[in-house]
Antibody, heavy 118, light 106 residues
Framework: EVQLVESGGGLVQPGRSMKLSCAASGFTFSNYGMAWVRQAPTKGLEWVATISYDGSSTYYRDSVKGRFTISRDNAKSTLYLQMNSLRSEDTATYYC???????????WGQGVMVTVSS | DTVLTQSPALAVSPGERVSISCRASEGVNSYMHWYQQKPGQQPKLLIYKASNLASGVPARFSGSGSGTDFTLTIDPVEADDTATYFCQQSWNDPNTFGAGTKLELK
């Protein structure tokens, strides 16, 4: 069974940093591209960042470029999102997702809440 | 960015057929996907590339469309289908999601 379990969220002050982790199991992690998708409270979904299966390519939405870094450790089957210079508009539930053919997301974690507030 | 427009809410009775629409601000070929999100849960992939049923999804769900206009159909609707349904396009960068259609059962 595919499982994606996020951790590392919580309350953080504006301008500070936070690192999210996603532990994957039930599939060969190193074969799949992975992504982070977020959802602000009572809002819709928003793609944040994507990393290729081997970590050689990364992509970000404009609003997080230069502040967020997506990475992976295939030996540990773990995905990361390092978030720096956090803003109030980054407040959201962050989902770890596994990419599927044609750009959809076939599996999602339960999500981890990040609240940016003083 | 490609804007996906969905109607905000629909109400139907169990056993009926419901169609949920998604209109893109520019062409997305057939690279449109649909997700179901129940309260307090993560989204679940229902349909990928416009009309392909994701693994384990009941055949009551179907998708159609190409270009800019897409439809998710549930027939027949069951009580458990109460949820918000999101469309997502992956043809244009960045990939984007619609605001969601909340489906309520009468």
């Amino acid at each position: 069974e595919v499982q994606l379990v996020e951790s590392g969220g919580g309350l953080v002050q504006p301008g500070r940093s936070m690192k999210l982790s996603c532990a994957a199991s039930g599939f060969t992690f190193s074969n799949y591209g992975m992504a982070w998708v977020r959802q602000a409270p009572t809002k819709g979904l928003e793609w944040v960042a994507t990393i290729s299966y081997d970590g050689s390519s990364t992509y970000y939405r404009d609003s997080v470029k230069g502040r967020f870094t997506i990475s992976r450790d295939n030996a540990k089957s773990t995905l990361y999102l390092q978030m720096n210079s956090l803003r109030s508009e980054d407040t959201a539930t962050y989902y770890c997702t596994r990419e599927a053919p044609y750009g959809s997301y076939s599996y999602w974690g339960q999500g981890v809440m990040v609240t940016v507030s003083s | 960015d490609t804007v996906l427009t969905q109607s905000p809410a629909l109400a139907v009775s169990p056993g009926e057929r419901v169609s949920i629409s998604c209109r893109a601000s520019e062409g997305v070929n057939s690279y449109m996907h649909w997700y179901q999100q129940k309260p307090g849960q993560q989204p679940k992939l229902l349909i990928y590339k416009a009309s392909n049923l994701a693994s384990g999804v009941p055949a009551r769900f179907s998708g159609s469309g190409s270009g800019t206009d897409f439809t998710l159909t549930i027939d027949p609707v069951e009580a458990d289908d109460t949820a918000t349904y999101f469309c997502q396009q992956s043809w244009n960068d960045p990939n984007t999601f619609g605001a969601g259609t909340k489906l309520e059962l009468k």
